[in-house]
């Protein structure tokens, strides 16, 4: 599983508009609105690294609204969330 977190600077006011458009993409998984330089993290999980080349150029980035992108590669993942979700499927 490859992680990818892309920052994200919208043209003005189009954050919630282009935040929703991202998460009908494929792969991502969240999108967050943040303080700071960026107007959006977006948090891309996929089986395969080849995929991310299509997803951040070919999608996100072609989002309307969308004025710049920069991405990060995670080399690995620490996250309780992601451990507490899989040790509780099927206990609802």
């Excluded at 792969?27 to 960026?38: D, R």
């Excluded at 089986?47 to 004025?67: C, H, M, N, T, Y």
């Amino acid at each position: 599983m490859v992680t990818a977190v892309v920052l994200v600077t919208t043209e003005g006011e189009r954050v919630g508009e282009a935040a929703q458009r991202m998460l009908e993409i494929q792969g991502v998984t969240e999108v967050y609105s943040v303080t700071g330089p960026y107007d959006l993290v977006v948090m891309v999980r996929i089986p395969d690294f080849e995929r991310l080349a299509e997803i951040v150029p070919e999608k996100l980035a072609q989002v309307s609204g969308v004025a710049r992108t920069e991405t990060m590669i995670a080399f690995r993942v620490y996250s309780n969330y992601d451990l507490d979700r899989i040790w509780s499927q099927g206990f609802e």
